[in-house]
């Protein structure tokens, strides 16, 4: 390898290092700024229009060694503050291509899931706030609460960054955008424990390593009490909800907005936590 070729890695590994160890400090991280400072190679991956919305535009080709730095120094930042969404967003590309290449075998099985990956919905704000005149009782007026309740939005997810793949993309963006539709349908709240019960059920349905990481972070951050409440509680009951309920990343949720939320969780054998997976939103 020329010493030119070297100095360019090398670029560019400290410049994502320098990033992440920042994002360990708390220090806000701009994933764009760090992939592309240093004139790394970026590839378009998805369509231009405006109806794209977050869908995956430009990723950034990450060498084998690179990519197990990153998953080292996400993970570190990601365990040091879990509300990273890029950091633990970044871990999931990193870690994932291999269940993501089974769900989207499974996504070009059903029906439906052709049908996601033909349309390509985006999950926006727009989308959201379209929802606000829909009645509690259905899937897309409890969804708008709950985000409402949040104050959370949904341009919020982070884009695919690292995966070149258009479909395998896609599919990543997918899994990261339906979360919250995952939280309305199965009843859990966003604190530590009720994130880490519905990362069980995302185990138990996409085989991501990065949830079943997430599910160990949040047992080392809990008390004796609430670990023992985990693990003899909801981590049971994400693995029967997550193994009983159809198969969450081939379902059209935007097609069912308007339909029962009861009704919903019936027709897709979803058993929601009883209260919630935590405390009530303050």
């Not at 070729?5 to 090398?10: D, E, G, I, P």
């Not at 365990?79 to 769900?103: I, M, N, W, Y």
Request: net charge neutral; aromatic share 10%; glycine share 10%.
């Amino acid at each position: 390898m020329g010493s030119r070729r070297w100095r360019h890695l090398l670029a560019r590994t400290f410049t994502v290092r320098s990033s992440l160890l920042e994002a360990g400090r708390g220090v806000p991280f701009e994933p764009q700024a760090a992939w592309f400072a240093t004139g790394a190679h970026d590839a378009p991956t998805g369509s231009d229009s405006e109806s794209s919305g977050s869908e995956p535009s430009f990723t950034t080709r990450l060498s084998p060694f690179q990519t197990v730095l990153t998953t080292i120094l996400a993970s570190y930042g990601a365990f040091r503050d879990p509300r990273r969404a890029d950091l633990v967003s970044l871990l999931g590309e990193t870690t994932g291509k291999r269940a993501l290449q089974g769900l989207l075998a499974r996504m070009k099985a059903s029906d439906t899931g052709r049908d996601v990956l033909l349309d390509r919905p985006v999950v926006t704000d727009a989308v959201m706030h379209s929802l606000e005149g829909y009645g509690p009782e259905t899937f897309g007026g409890a969804y708008y609460n709950f985000m409402r309740e949040r104050s959370f939005q949904a341009d919020e997810r982070p884009p695919v960054r690292t995966i070149e793949d258009q479909e395998l993309a896609y599919v990543a963006l997918r899994v990261r955008q339906v979360h919250d539709f995952w939280h309305v349908l199965f009843n859990c709240h966003t604190d530590v424990v009720g994130e880490a019960a519905l990362k069980v059920v995302e185990f138990v349905q996409t085989g991501m390593p990065m949830t079943g990481m997430a599910v160990v972070a949040a047992e080392l951050r809990l008390d004796e009490a609430r670990r023992r409440r985990l693990n003899g509680v909801y981590v049971p009951w994400g693995v029967r909800a997550g193994g009983k309920s159809a198969d969450l990343v081939t379902l059209y949720y935007e097609r069912e907005f308007g339909r029962g939320l009861d009704e919903l969780r019936a027709l897709w054998r979803i058993e929601p936590f009883a209260d919630g997976g935590g405390p009530p939103p303050t």
